[in-house]
T-cell receptor, first 113, second 115 residues
Framework: DGGITQSPKYLFRKEGQNVTLSCEQN?????MYWYRQDPGQGLRLIYY???????QKGDIAEGYSVSREKKESFPLTVTSAQKNPTAFYLC????????????FGPGTRLTVT | AQKVTQAQTEISVVEKEDVTLDCVYE???????LFWYKQPPSGELVFLIR??????QNEISGRYSWNFQKSTSSFNFTITASQVVDSAVYFC????????????FGTGTRLKVLA
């Protein structure tokens, strides 16, 4: 089945630790995205990637980093510099960056204490 | 400036009622795309529909229908004979086709369908 997988579903970390969230897609999509969603809020764009080996900052990139070494993978690292990392993180992909629907993974709920 | 407004924060209806979720957008582009997504309690957003700015035909898919009106910059979503499984947060989104990447989500409308 084609789709997007994110792992793990729940993640717990101590303050000061970096943590990497996984995102894999087998839809053969060029574009991939990372969003953050806080309780009762909408989606905020962290990073996006139009193509392999290229990525751009979104609206709230500070304290996060990404890589796009393979078309199907777009991992997100939440660094210790992120002030409020506890949130629900959603990965998405689309055929292209302009004008296409995005397909989302199941999300990772990160809790940092 | 680009903007998507979903003024209804939360709506509650009784099962079998019809309900309309409003979406108003702002854009200077003549070519753009509009979307609706559903986010059930599990958290994963599900794509429902994509509409381009040159196609104002209304769309119907089962109990779902969408009304796109460029004159009022609106792309409203109606669920007919609502069911408990329709309970979710619904997001409207806008993507412009020119310039730098822009994909803007509204703040969402939480729909509660009561049995």
């Amino acid at each position: 089945d084609g789709g997007i997988t994110q792992s793990p579903k729940y993640l717990f970390r101590k303050e000061g630790q970096n943590v990497t969230l996984s995102c894999e897609q087998n839809l053969n999509h060029d574009a991939m995205y990372w969003y953050r969603q806080d309780p009762g809020q909408g989606l905020r764009l962290i990073y996006y990637s139009q193509i392999v080996n290229d990525f751009q900052k979104g609206d709230i990139a500070e304290g996060y980093s990404v890589s796009r070494e393979k078309k199907e993978s777009f991992p997100l690292t939440v660094t210790s510099a992120q002030k409020n990392p506890t949130a629900f993180y959603l990965c998405a992909s689309s055929r292209d960056i302009m004008g296409y629907e995005q397909y989302f993974g199941p999300g990772t709920r990160l809790t940092v204490t | 400036a680009q903007k998507v407004t979903q003024a209804q924060t939360e709506i509650s209806v009784v099962e079998k009622e019809d309900v309309t979720l409003d979406c108003v957008y702002e854009t200077r582009d003549t070519t753009y795309y509009l979307f609706w997504y559903k986010q059930p309690p599990s958290g994963e957003l599900v794509f429902l529909i994509r509409r381009n700015s040159f196609d104002e035909q209304n769309e119907i898919s089962g109990r779902y229908s969408w009304n796109f009106q460029k004159s009022t910059s609106s792309f409203n979503f109606t669920i007919t004979a609502s069911q408990v499984v329709d309970s979710a947060v619904y997001f409207c989104a806008l993507s412009e086709a020119s310039g730098t990447y822009k994909y803007i989500f509204g703040t969402g409308t939480r729909l509660k369908v009561l049995a």
